[in-house]
């Protein structure tokens, strides 16, 4: 199991369209991800618990992501998270 | 044959249309204020596709009125007339003249078919309260030995207690159900029109032998 | 890629639920918007349905979702006009129209099955918003 903190640094934090891509990827990993953020701890392959947790831009994320490919998944969600979820 | 068929429905659209805000005003009691409207443009449909195939057979005629009813409609009417015209389709096979036999096998495919595809099931308010009590006059016609004409004739006075029923009871199924004991008093919009159908049919078949 | 319909009365409704899917999901995944009646008033039309069902479908099957009442009922007479093999993956999702289709392009583009698919839509059915 690891867990990284992350900071959104995207405008609007993570709403619908960041939100969808993060589950995006945690779904294509075999490895449970959790997230926790704006005081909720959330599965993150719920597409519906990932848009509703409300994260806004410049606030704490915490990944953590626990099975066979942890270490492939936390790095691609890393990779959306710093760049924005690719939408600047 | 084929401009009898065509006639027969141009009775029904006729009907339709003259009593288009009748339905309209009964729907808008207890539904989207639309059967009428929704029903005349469906009609409007079914004739334009109609005149474009004036040899069509009946079989193949009841079929497109079916699917054209299924596009034009709208509301939840074009599945369940839409459905009903293409079972009645099925036994019509083939067949070219229409007796008491191959009418009352029609309208129990129409009946079955809007039944299956609306859940729906006698006192619920809805066209089967009309239809179905209208099929069982016209098989007991059929055991007594009576004609089309009569037979059609004993369908629609059971089609029309059937209505005059609908208004007594809960609305279980469509928009009407949302209301619930406030949609008791009112005639159900589906059943009337079902009925308006069959009496175009029994006045058509009256005038023309 | 499962496919994705999205069935509303109104033509507008669906196009604009379309666009919103289509910005969650993947580029492979279809969405097919199918509103209104023939002559572009408020209604469903099971033949356009049935259209768009086989225009969906890439052989992975399709969801379906849909606003209210007839549209249910225009589905089940579209799916009767289509035969044995192409309604076979067919499913319509009890979920809401928009939240529905969201979570569907999202399970879709992740290349889940139309069992899989439908049940992502149905889970927006417990979205809370406030």
Do not use: W
Request: net charge negative; proline share 2%.
């Amino acid at each position: 199991m690891i867990q990284e903190n992350m900071v959104l640094t995207n405008e609007l934090g993570l709403h619908a369209r960041p939100a969808s891509a993060l589950t995006k990827i945690a779904l294509k990993y075999k490895s449970n991800v959790t997230l926790q953020g704006n005081g909720k701890t959330v599965d993150a392959k719920s597409i519906i618990m990932v848009m509703t947790m409300g994260v806004k831009g410049g606030c704490p994320l915490v990944v953590i992501a626990d099975g066979p490919d942890e270490l492939e998944c936390m790095a691609a969600i890393q990779d959306l998270v710093e760049n924005k979820f690719y939408e600047e | 044959m084929n401009q009898m068929f065509l006639m027969a429905i141009q009775t029904i659209k006729q009907s339709i249309d003259t009593n288009k805000d009748f339905l309209t005003n009964l729907d808008g009691a207890i539904g989207d204020a639309d059967h009428g409207i929704n029903m005349a443009r469906g009609f409007e449909a079914v004739m334009g596709k109609l005149n474009a195939e004036p040899d069509i057979d009946l079989s193949a005629g009841l079929k497109k009125i079916g699917m054209a009813l299924l596009s034009s409609v709208g509301g939840a009417s074009g599945p369940l007339y839409g459905t009903a015209f293409m079972r009645a389709a099925i036994p019509a096979a083939g067949k070219t003249v229409v007796d008491a036999q191959l009418a009352s096998e029609m309208l129990l495919a129409a009946t079955e078919g809007i039944k299956e595809r609306g859940k729906a099931v006698r006192g619920e308010k809805t066209m089967i309260d009309a239809l179905e009590p209208a099929y069982e006059a016209m098989k007991k016609g059929i055991q007594d030995g009576k004609s089309l004409l009569e037979c059609l004739e004993s369908a629609c006075s059971a089609a029309k207690e059937g209505v005059e029923y609908t208004k007594t009871i809960i609305a279980k199924k469509g928009r009407a159900s949302y209301l619930g004991e406030r949609s008791i008093g009112h005639q159900d919009p589906g059943a009337t029109s079902s009925l308006l159908i069959l009496e175009a049919l029994t006045d058509f078949c009256r005038k023309n032998g | 890629m499962v496919g994705i319909v999205v069935i509303s009365h109104s033509g507008k409704v669906a196009e604009g639920v379309k666009a919103m899917a289509d910005q969650m999901a993947d580029k492979s995944v279809r969405i097919i918007a199918c509103g209104g009646i023939e002559n572009g008033e408020l209604g469903t039309d099971a033949i356009k349905i049935m259209e768009a069902l086989i225009r969906a479908d890439s052989g992975d099957g399709v969801v379906v979702l849909v606003d209210l009442g007839s549209a249910v009922l225009s589905t089940y007479t579209a799916l009767e006009l289509l035969d044995e093999k192409e309604r076979r993956l067919i499913k319509i999702a009890d979920a809401p129209l928009v939240e529905g289709a969201v979570c569907a392009a999202v399970q879709a583009s992740a290349g889940f099955s139309v069992d899989e698919v439908a049940a992502a839509a149905e889970s927006a059915r417990s979205m809370l918003k406030l």
